[in-house]
C-alpha cells in the first residue's frame, strides 16, 4: 500500500475531479485562497447593485423599472448565496461584511466606474453581466461543492440579466440618432472596464497557477478575456456600434480577434481604491449598515423576547397560537 | 450591543411528489423570519412549493474524516443488488 500524505490525497481527490465538501480535510491555503475569492465576489454582488440602483427610480417606463428591479434584487441574492458558501468554509459573516465596510476585502472594480446616462444600464447588463457569466460558468466546475453549486444558481439567473441588458442597446441604437450615440458613449466607457474584469495579464497574476492547480479555476484570465472579445464583437456589429479599440481586428491564423493593450495603469489605481467611485461606493455600503443596525438589534431582541416567553409558559404560548 | 443572527439551512420541495433538498443557508433571528428570508433569497422563480428551514447547529453529521470504515458495510454486499443474479434467457419479465 502506498503511503500518501493529506496533502497528496487532496490533490488526488482533485485531479480525480472528486469535489472537496466543507467538512473535508483541505490544506488551509485552499481554505484561505477559497474564503478571499468567495467573500470578494460576494462583495462584488453586493456593491454590484449600487451603480444600476442609481437608475431605478429614472427607468424610462415601469417595464424597465420592474425588469431593472429584479435584475438588482437578483445580486442581493447572489451576494447572499456566495456569504454562505464562505461560512462553510468557516468564516464568519460579519467579519467578512466588516472587511469589506473596511476597505480591507477587495470588489470588483468594475463597480468603481460611474453610471451617468441610461445608457449605461444597457451596457452593463450586455459587457459587465456577460464578462461575469464567462467567469461564473467556468467556477460552476469549481472544486470547492458550496461554491460550484452556489455558481450553478447564480448562472441559471445571470442570462436574464445580460438579454436584458442587450436589449436596452439594441433599442437605443435603433432609436433616435441622439439615443444611437449615448449607446455609442456607454460602450466607449464601459468596453476597457468590462476587458479589466478578466484581472491582470497571466504573467502578472500572483494567484492564478495554484488556482488552476487546485481546479477553483479552469481557465487563465488571458484565456476567459479572449472568449469575451470573441463573443462579443459580432453582437456590438449586429448593433452597429463601434468597439473603441483601433486595434481590434480578425486574426485568420489564430481564430481569435486580436485586441489592443489594456490601459493597466488605470486597472491597478482603480484596484488601489482611486478609482472615480471607490470611497462613494464604500461610504454608500457603510451608511446602509448603520442605517439599518436598528433593525437588526430589534430583530435580535424581538427573538429573544418570544424566546422568553416561551421558557415561562409553553402552555399559554400554544393557547393563544 | 452587537449579536449574530443564527444560522439557518434551506431545505425546498421543487413540486409536489418530490423530496425537499438542501439549497444553501440563510441568517435569521427567528424561524419565521428564517422561512420569510428563504422564500425571498432561494424561490424567486417559483423554484418551490414547499420550504423547510432548521437551524444548522441542530444538525448532525457522518464524520468525512471516517467514512471509508463507516460506509464498509455496505460495500461487500453486491448480493443486495439485482445485477448479482442471472437470470436465463428463457425468462423474459423478471
Ligand atoms: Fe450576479
Ligand atoms: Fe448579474
Known amino acids: 500500500m502506498t503511503h500518501l500524505n493529506l496533502e497528496d490525497q487532496f490533490q488526488a481527490k482533485i485531479d480525480a475531479e472528486t469535489k472537496i465538501e466543507p467538512k473535508d480535510w483541505m490544506p488551509e491555503a485552499y481554505r484561505k ?33 420592474l425588469i431593472l428591479l429584479a435584475k438588482v434584487q437578483d445580486e442581493a441574492g447572489h451576494g447572499l448565496y456566495l456569504y454562505s458558501a464562505a461560512e462553510t468554509l468557516g468564516a464568519n459573516r460579519d467579519e467578512l461584511v466588516q472587511q469589506l465596510l473596511t476597505g480591507k476585502a477587495k470588489y470588483s472594480s468594475i463597480f468603481n466606474y460611474p453610471t451617468t446616462s441610461w445608457a449605461d444600464i444597457g451596457a452593463i447588463g ?6 461575469a457569466i464567462m467567469n461564473q460558468v467556468m467556477l460552476t466546475r469549481a472544486s470547492y461543492g458550496p461554491y460550484a453549486r452556489a455558481m450553478v444558481r447564480i448562472c441559471k439567473e445571470e442570462s436574464f440579466h445580460q438579454r436584458q441588458g442587450y436589449e436596452i442597446m439594441m433599442t437605443m441604437a435603433k432609436g433616435s440618432p441622439a439615443q444611437k450615440q449615448m449607446a455609442q458613449d456607454a460602450l466607449n466607457r464601459w468596453w476597457w472596464p468590462s476587458l479589466m474584469m478578466f484581472g491582470p495579464k497571466d504573467d502578472d497574476s500572483a494567484h492564478s497557477e495554484q488556482s488552476m492547480k487546485w481546479k477553483i479555476k479552469r481557465k487563465s484570465n488571458d484565456e476567459l478575456r479572449q472568449q469575451f472579445v470573441d463573443v462579443t464583437v459580432p453582437q456590438a456589429e449586429y448593433l ?71 421558557l415561562v409558559s409553553p402552555k399559554a404560548q400554544a393557547e393563544a397560537a | 450591543m452587537k ?11 421543487s413540486k409536489s411528489g418530490l423530496s425537499h433538498k438542501h439549497v444553501g443557508s440563510l441568517h435569521a433571528t427567528d424561524e419565521v423570519m428564517a422561512i420569510e428570508n428563504a422564500r425571498d433569497v432561494y424561490t424567486r422563480r417559483n423554484e418551490g412549493v414547499s420550504i423547510w428551514v432548521v437551524e444548522s447547529k441542530y444538525i448532525t453529521a457522518s464524520d468525512p474524516d471516517d467514512s471509508d470504515p463507516f460506509f464498509e458495510p455496505a460495500k461487500d454486499k453486491v448480493y443486495r443488488h439485482p445485477t448479482f443474479y442471472d437470470v436465463p434467457d428463457e425468462i423474459k419479465h423478471m
Open chain 2, 3 to 13: 449579536k449574530d443572527w443564527p444560522l439557518w439551512e434551506v431545505f425546498i420541495r
Open chain 1, 126 to 131: 450586455w459587457l459587465v453581466d456577460g464578462a
Open chain 1, 33 to 65: 485562497t477559497l474564503i478571499r475569492q468567495i467573500s470578494q465576489h460576494a462583495h462584488s454582488e453586493i456593491v454590484g447593485m449600487l451603480p444600476e440602483g442609481n437608475w431605478i427610480t429614472r427607468a424610462p417606463s415601469l417595464r424597465r423599472k
Open chain 1, 240 to 310: 452597429g456600434l463601434t468597439i473603441p479599440d483601433p486595434d481590434l481586428q480578425w486574426n485568420e491564423d489564430r481564430g481569435h480577434y486580436d485586441f489592443g493593450e489594456i490601459n493597466w495603469e488605470e486597472f491597478w489605481n482603480v484596484v488601489k481604491g482611486n478609482g472615480p467611485c471607490n470611497r462613494q461606493r464604500i461610504q454608500a455600503r457603510v451608511k446602509a449598515y448603520e442605517d439599518g443596525a436598528w433593525v437588526r438589534e430589534a430583530a435580535v431582541a424581538y427573538a429573544e423576547k418570544k424566546d422568553q416567553r416561551k
